[in-house]
């Protein structure tokens, strides 16, 4: 028994995944100029944040609030920020992609996508004007005064500069105002915020973020203004964002939706009971109704209905 049930459920989700692909591919023929510049648009922000290296000068730290009030975490344990970050970052992709999994789904992938590299464009645009307009000489350790990381040599040829390598990445320093982590976690937790349905995550989202901005500055990876300055326009970029882009689509409810409610004050299961033996009883109204997360709203009347029938 167990093996039938299982193989049924493998087959529908089987089915369930042909079917999201079919819908994400016709999505992503319209879209894929907007997915294509968005991933061009992150080259060219790395492209930016490694051409600020070679400006960059170290110096002393300068005064920061924030390293005064958060004990440092050393060299040892800087990588908690990124493992919080990297936490962030992958849960996001797969939260994105879980229209292809589960039966309940509210977003379409590619269209949630373009909505996420609009706003991570926007604000990034806004950071590589900001740290090139004034250089500060780098808090992380690798940026300091005696550090082979701290200034790059000039490139002998065009290629050293277009070229983006993993130790480029990691080693960065000038880029500062304000935090590119930021900027993409801020992004992915208000999404998720706008478009998830559990209130749970919701909040353990938002904590994170705060938890991963406070490791930051304790990691010394940024100052304490890279951080502030990162939440208000992030923030404020989304918000207009989402006042000029059109609205998502809402999967999650089945619009349109034909069941049958008796004009009498007839209990719900005598509802179900009635449609599902098809009995017509007493005059029944078959007029459009709008489901909304379980539902059903007909001029301003609400009533609950237990679970979507099987096979409607």
Known sequence: MSFYYIGREASKLWKRICAETTTEIKLLAENWKYILGGIICQYIHGLAARGVHYFHRPGPILQDVG?????????????????????????????????????????????????????????????????????????????????????????????????????????????????????????????????????????????TVVIQSLLIIAARKHYTVDIVVAWYTVNLVVFFIDKKMPELPDRSGAAGLLIPLSKDSKTKEEINHKFLNGSTGDSVDWRSRTQINGKIIEEGNIVHVEAIINGL
């Open 67 to 207: 390293f005064y009030l958060l004990p440092e975490l050393g060299q040892d344990r800087a990588y908690i920020s990124e493992f919080v970050f990297t936490f962030v970052f992958f849960s996001f992709v797969l939260w994105t992609f879980h229209p292809f999994i589960t039966k309940s789904k509210k977003i379409y992938t590619v269209l949630i996508w373009c909505r996420v590299l609009a706003c991570l464009i926007a604000s990034q645009i806004l950071r590589i004007v900001t740290f090139y307009s004034t250089q500060l000489p780098g808090p992380n350790y690798h940026c300091r005064e005696g550090s082979k990381f701290a200034t790059l040599p000039r490139p002998d040829n065009i290629l050293e500069v277009l070229l983006i390598v993993p130790s480029g990445v990691l080693f960065g320093c000038g880029d500062l105002i304000f935090s590119s982590h930021m900027i993409f976690s801020l992004v992915f937790v208000r999404t998720y915020h706008k478009y998830g349905t559990r209130r749970f995550l919701k909040q353990c989202a938002w904590l």
